[in-house]
């Protein structure tokens, strides 16, 4: 007996914010969606609490979206550290506009905004199924069809498959979208949820009511290119580190000997100092930036979020959350086009890579497309950080001794570390990354 087929319009993949945002605004325009999320509930796999810059598409999506959405704190204070064992250097920006709503970004714990935002979905006529487990695709020729679970009965019939299903997107694989994934584009975040008191985190922070801080830091992952991080909430801090897989490996550290030593440098102490350990977790990244963003479409589906690899860090800025959302939009958007034609081809469908390419999506991406070459540059967690450190030291310090002007201090500290010329090198490198 043939298995029975269900039918809907949209069958989305995961219920990350891609996902969920996707099957949200699909849903608004009357179609029929099934959200599919292979955790218990959406969030439930992601023990996240970071930042998420500021995103325009939201307040399309939910108007009003940040009085109603769940989010911990808003970013005021941002800190980056290049820090060694014995001393660190920091840089701090802050600015009274950061205090004014809308504002310019917010700290999230990502088990209940997932959860909200698929709720959202579900008001807006979206099916969601937890704890389903995609196994393949159902495809016609080139054409998808639609899913098969790991159910009984498990054949899932759709006009489109939205796949949102994480950074080793089984499904885009699947559908010749992209190759294997080296791991030089892929990092391991190592996460831990420590509690505090709201005040307490107010007071380490220097913060007052909603206002949130995040940190970074270089020189803390023992030369693996990587560095760490420290976010907080309103009763809880999110400390981690992030570890380019090909130079972990090299390196033969545990990535949890690199986490433990990470939270015991005394800047990061200090933080935690008396903090409660709630959970800890480890997660895959995206790191490759714009050259690791696979074919995004094919016919009869889409791929968005961190699937698509839509994840940058250019040594200053890391975005991951806004740039999922707003895939997720366009995707919607895109789809809900593809069903005013009756026409879900490749040739159709791919309007979304077009409103990507017109969105800040692909621009930032494509602005700082060298940036994750010059990331590559091994000196930029390990030699920098201490050399910074040690002009800092030599420049305060005070030991009756005459003092020397800060180049000799430089070139000094260079002396036997570093040949000028690599300096020269990577300074050009990061030019063309970062500044012209």
């Known amino acids: 007996m043939a298995r029975q087929l269900k039918e809907f319009d949209v069958i989305v993949v995961g219920a990350g914010p891609a996902g969920a945002s996707a099957a949200l605004r ?38 009003n979206f940040w009085v109603k959405a ?74 998808v069809i639609g899913v098969t679970v790991g159910r009984e009965k498990g054949d899932l019939r759709a006009k489109v498959v939205l796949a949102c299903d994480g950074v080793l997107s089984f499904l885009a694989q699947k559908a010749g979208l ?35 801080a995040t940190c970074e830091f270089l020189g803390c992952t023992e030369g693996i290119r990587g560095g760490g991080f420290i976010y907080t909430q309103t009763e809880t801090i999110t400390a981690g580190i992030v570890l380019h897989l090909d130079a972990l490996k090299k390196s033969g550290i545990a990535p949890y000997t690199l ?23 480890a997660h895959l990244l995206p790191e490759g930036g714009y050259r690791m963003i696979p074919r995004l479409f094919t016919d009869g589906m889409l791929v968005a979020g961190d699937a698509a690899a839509l994840c940058y860090t250019n040594g200053l800025n890391q975005e991951g959350m806004n740039l999922a959302m707003s895939s997720g939009f366009l995707a919607a958007e895109t789809v809900v086009d593809a069903f005013e034609k009756g026409d879900f081809s490749s040739k159709q469908l791919r309007q979304y890579e077009t409103r990507l390419k017109e969105s800040f999506v692909l621009r930032d991406m494509k602005i700082f497309e060298k940036a994750a070459t010059w990331m590559h540059t091994d000196r930029l967690f390990s030699e920098y950080p201490r050399l910074v450190n040690r002009i800092m030291e030599e420049i305060y310090r005070s030991d009756g001794t005459p003092r020397k002007k800060i180049a000799r201090i430089g070139l000094e500290a260079l002396k036997g570390n570093i040949p000028v010329r690599h300096v020269i090198a990577d300074l050009l490198k990061g030019g063309k990354s970062l500044i012209w």
Not at 53 to 59: G, T
Not at 98 to 107: A, E, I, K, Q
Not at 190 to 205: D, G, M, Q, S
Not at 259 to 273: G, N, S
């Open 26 to 63: 699909m849903a608004q325009k009357g179609l029929n969606i099934l959200l599919l999320e292979r955790g218990e509930t959406p969030g439930a796999k992601n023990m996240f609490g970071g930042m998420m810059p500021k995103c325009p598409v939201v307040d399309d999506l939910i108007p």
């Open 70 to 143: 769940p989010w911990e704190r808003h970013v005021v204070k941002r800190t980056l550290y290049l820090i060694t064992k014995q001393s660190a250097t920091s840089m701090v920006f802050e600015t009274d506009a950061s205090d004014d709503s809308p504002y310019n970004g917010y700290t999230l714990f990502r088990p209940v905004f997932d959860h909200w935002l698929a709720e959202e979905a579900q008001k807006a006529g979206a099916k969601l199924l937890c704890s389903c487990l995609v196994k393949d695709l159902l495809q016609k020729g080139k054409q």
């Open 178 to 212: 992209r190759k294997e994934f080296s791991p030089s584009q892929m990092a391991v975040g190592i996460k831990a949820l420590f509690h505090l008191t709201e005040e307490e985190i107010n007071e380490r922070f220097n913060l007052v009511q909603a206002q949130g």
């Open 259 to 281: 986490f433990e030593q990470f939270i015991a440098l005394p800047p990061v102490r200090r933080y935690l100092k008396g903090a409660r350990l709630v959970e800890y977790s």
